[in-house]
C-alpha cells in the first residue's frame, strides 16, 4: 500500500476536496472552503516527491525525477484522485482533488486514526537514506491502529539496523532472518543464534519492507523474492535477498566491507595483479556462492582505478563495493534499477566508450556470448562464473552454447581468455577464513589445448608452468596448509582432485586417516567390477 493512501483516506473520510502537499509547509485539506493541517511538521521537498513517486505511472515518475511538472490519475480503494505536480519557484507543490468524473465512496470511518495522528517522520528518513524509495506499510492486528504508522516504519527500519550493525562489529558475513527463530549469524563460516526474542511474521515483514526500494517491493509482492543493496552510512553496505517461506517471510543480508578492499589486502599474486594493466582479453573470477568472487573483483578494479586513467563501467545485481573515481572513470549500473538485463547493459557498454567492463554475473548464452565477442573487439572484460576449478570453467563457457556452435566459440574464447581466477574458502586455524586460489594464465599451450577441446589436459599445463604464476588448487591448499593457517582436514573438504591432495600431503609426512575412507572409496569406484583385490 503506498503511503500517500493514508492520507487520501483520510480525505474522503473528512468529505475534504483537496489534499494539499506544500515543501516546507504542513500537508493540508480543504474541507468545506476552510483548510485543516494533516501532518504534524512541515514536509520537506524529498518527502513530497517521494510520496508522489510511489504512485505515479513511470512517464510522470521520470518527470517528477527530472524536476518537472507532472498530472496524472490514480485509483486507491477509497477511490479516483487526480494529481497535479508542480514547482512553485523552487518547492515542489502538488494537488490532490477527487476524480469527479467518478462516482464519489461513502464516508467511512478512517482506518488509520485521525488526521492528528499522521506524521511524516518515516517518510524523511526514507527519503534522506532513499530518495527513489519508500517503505511499504503493512498491516497489523485491528483497532484503531489497522495499518502501521509511519513512526512503525521507522521502529522498524532501526531494528533491522541494530541487527546489522551487530554482525559488523562481530565479523560476521551474513545476517538470516526467519519467523519463529531469533536472528542468525554466520561467524567464520558457522551458523550461530542471537540471544534475541524469535521473529513474528509481522515483524519481520515490516523490516523487510521498511528498507525495500519501490521496484523491490513490487517484485516481491509479485514473485515473494526479491535481491536489492542497503546501506548503513559509515557502517558498511549489505547485500539483501528477500523470499518467502512456509512461515511466512524470510531474509538474508550480506556484508559487503564499506571501504574498497585492496589487492594487497587481499594477497593478490603479482601474476594475477598484471591482468589488471591487459588492454584486452577476458578475465574470470570463479567460485561457489560466498567464495568471496566479488571481493576479488572489487580489488582488481581498485588496482585499475588506482593505477590506470581509463573509464571502467561495471554492471551489478545489486551493485556491491561502491568505488570512488580515482584516476578512472568509475560507471556502476545496476541490473533491474539502471538497466534491464545483463545482456542489455552489456550491449549498450560499447556504446558508452568504455575501456574496462565488468560483469558481475555471465547467467546466459547471450551474455556469455557478448561478454567474448567484447574482449576480442579491444575490451578487457571481468566476469564471474559459479565454477570450482579453472579447466572447469572453460568447459561450463563452451558448453552452454549449441553443438553446432561449439567449435567457433572454442576459438574464440582460446583467443581471448587470458586468466582464470578459481577460489574457495577455507576456515582458518584461531578464527576467519582464508582464500585458495587457482590461477590459470593464458600461454601458447593453454590457448592450443582450448582450441583443440583437450581442456583435460590444462591441469598439467599448470603443474608444469608454476614459474609462470600458475596455481593448481590443490597447491594452493597445501600452501595454507604448510602455512599453518589452515587444518589438513579442512583443506581436504576443499580439494576437488582428493587423491593427488592427500599424496602432496603425505609427502609432506601429515597423517592422512581422516581421508583414507574417501579416497579408498573413490578408488574401489574406479577398479573394476568383481576385481578382487590387490594382495600385499
Known sequence: MAQLDRLLSVMVSQRATTLTLHEDQLAELEVGGAT???????????????????????????LLDRGQAASFAYTSQDGSFLVDATRDGTLWRARVTLDAT????????????????????????????????????????????????????????????????????????????????PPIIRLHGEMARMDQPPLEPAELESMLRSIMPERNRR???????????????????????????RRGPAAVFRQIPATVVTVEQMGIS?????????????????????????????????????????????????????????????????VGVHTGSFKSALRAALREDPDIILVGELRDLETVSIAIETAETGHLVFGT?????????????????????????????????????????????????????????????????????????????????RRLGMVTLNDALLELVDGGTVEPAEAFSKAVEKTGFVAGLKSRGIDTSFAD?????????????GAAPARR
Do not use: W
Open 36 to 62: 485543516r493541517p494533516v501532518t504534524k511538521t512541515p514536509l520537506t521537498g524529498p518527502q513530497v516527491t517521494t510520496l508522489l513517486r510511489e504512485i505515479a505511472p513511470a512517464d510522470a515518475a521520470s
Open 102 to 181: 467518478r462516482s464519489r465512496p461513502p464516508a467511512v470511518t478512517p482506518p488509520y486514526g485521525t488526521a492528528a495522528d499522521l506524521t511524516p517522520s518515516a517518510v524523511a528518513a526514507d527519503a534522506a537514506r532513499a530518495p527513489a524509495s519508500a517503505p511499504a506499510m503493512t498491516r497489523s492486528n485491528g483497532g484503531e491502529n489497522a495499518i502501521e504508522s509511519f513512526e512503525g516504519s521507522e521502529k522498524s527500519r532501526a531494528r533491522l539496523d541494530s541487527l546489522l550493525r551487530a554482525i559488523v562489529e562481530r565479523g560476521a558475513s551474513d545476517l538470516h532472518l526467519r519467523c519463529g527463530e
Open 219 to 245: 517484485e516481491y509482492t509479485e514473485t515473494n523474492d526479491t535481491d536489492y543493496a542497503y546501506e548503513i552510512e559509515g557502517v558498511a553496505r549489505f547485500r539483501g535477498n528477500a523470499l518467502k517461506d
Open 270 to 334: 603479482p601474476e594475477v595483479q598484471r591482468l589488471c594493466q591487459l588492454n584486452k582479453g577476458l578475465v574470470l573470477v570463479t567460485g561457489p556462492t560466498g567464495s568471496g568472487k566479488s571481493t576479488t573483483l572489487c580489488s582488481l578494479i581498485d588496482l585499475v582505478n588506482r593505477s590506470r586513467s581509463d573509464h571502467v563501467i561495471t554492471i551489478e545485481d545489486p551493485i556491491e563495493f561502491v568505488h570512488p573515481n580515482k584516476k578512472c572513470i568509475i560507471t556502476q549500473r545496476q
Open 385 to 465: 562464473l559459479h565454477t570450482t576449478t579453472a579447466a572447469g570453467t572453460i568447459d561450463r563457457v563452451i558448453d552452454q552454447f549449441p553443438a553446432d556452435r561449439q567449435a567457433q566459440i572454442r576459438v574464440m574464447l582460446a583467443e581471448s581468455l587470458r586468466g582464470v581466477i578459481s577460489q574457495t574458502l577455507c576456515k582458518k586455524i584461531g578464527g576467519g577464513r582464508a582464500a585458495a586460489r587457482e590461477v590459470l594464465l593464458s600461454i601458447p599451450a593453454v590457448t592450443n589445448l582450448i582450441r583443440e577441446g583437450k581442456t583435460f589436459q590444462i591441469p598439467s599445463v599448470m603443474q608444469t608452468s
Open 517 to 529: 575412507v574417501e579416497v579408498g572409496a573413490k578408488e574401489a569406484a574406479k577398479s573394476p567390477a
